[in-house]
């Protein structure tokens, strides 16, 4: 079974330009997060969406959007990067959101870098 | 903000030496996952810790909860290269979603 896949793996764009990031869930997970992960740092939550619905939101501006498709993939978007946006977006996927101790499983990530 | 603390940051040791590696907070969690993560992947789920004092065993791996919900630690015995990696400890969050706060991340590297 496949599991959780993202494109691009990796990308560049320049400051102001705006990104789009895609995920398509493990087979049979409904739940879809999204994380930042700044070198040298942990990931840092910014959305989840469950059956299309936003469940959770992170600290992260206006700028920074997502949504969920009928067949559970879901797309970030970044507008008007600022250099401070370059990381590695991770996507993770789960059953169901909420419990307590429900596995995430992860992508290999989006790698960013704003120039 | 639920912050986690992480210590040490980065950690080089000989093949077959332990180790041991803290999380710790101000906040109580309801859950307490760790997690490890390889250069061009994704973090991948070791264990999830859910009671106070809980221990968890996974082969050379050992996990403790603090009794009140605010730590944990990880004990690696007789590390291998291939225990190489960044370690991250990550706390439930709210109720209802999968927000996990994930803690600043322990890079080990084992010499062979």
């Known amino acids: 079974d496949a599991g959780v896949t993202q494109s691009p793996t990796h990308l560049i764009k320049t400051r102001g330009q705006h990104v789009t990031l895609r995920c398509s869930p493990i087979?049979?997970?409904?739940?879809v997060s999204w994380y930042q992960q700044v070198l040298g740092q942990g990931p840092q939550f910014i959305f989840q969406?469950?059956?299309?619905?936003?469940?959770g939101r992170g600290n992260f501006p206006d700028r920074f959007s997502a949504r969920q498709f009928p067949n559970y993939s879901s797309e970030l978007n970044v507008n008007a990067l600022l250099l401070g946006d370059s990381a590695l977006y991770l996507c993770?996927?789960?059953?169901?959101?909420?419990?307590?101790?429900?596995?995430?499983?992860f992508g290999e990530g989006s790698r960013l870098t704003v120039l | 903000t639920q912050l986690l603390e992480q210590s040490p940051q980065f950690l080089s040791i000989q093949e077959g030496e332990n180790l041991t590696v803290y999380c710790n907070s101000s906040?109580?969690?309801?859950?307490l996952q760790w997690y490890r993560q390889e250069p061009g992947e994704g973090p991948v789920l070791l264990v999830t810790?859910?009671?106070?004092?809980e221990v968890k065993k996974l082969k050379r791996l050992t996990f403790q909860f603090g009794d009140a919900r605010k730590d944990s630690s990880l004990h690696i015995t007789a590390a291998q290269p291939g225990d190489t990696g960044l370690y991250l400890c990550?706390?439930?969050?709210?109720?209802?979603?999968?927000?996990?706060?994930f803690g600043t991340g322990t890079r080990l590297t084992v010499i062979p």
């Open positions: 993770a996927s789960t059953k169901t959101p909420g419990h307590l101790t429900g596995e995430l499983f």
């Open positions: 087979s049979g997970h409904k739940s």
């Open positions: 969406y469950y059956e299309k619905e936003e469940r």
């Open positions: 906040s109580v969690f309801s859950s």
């Open positions: 810790v859910v009671t106070g004092g």
């Open positions: 990550a706390g439930g969050g709210q109720t209802g979603a999968n927000n996990l706060f």
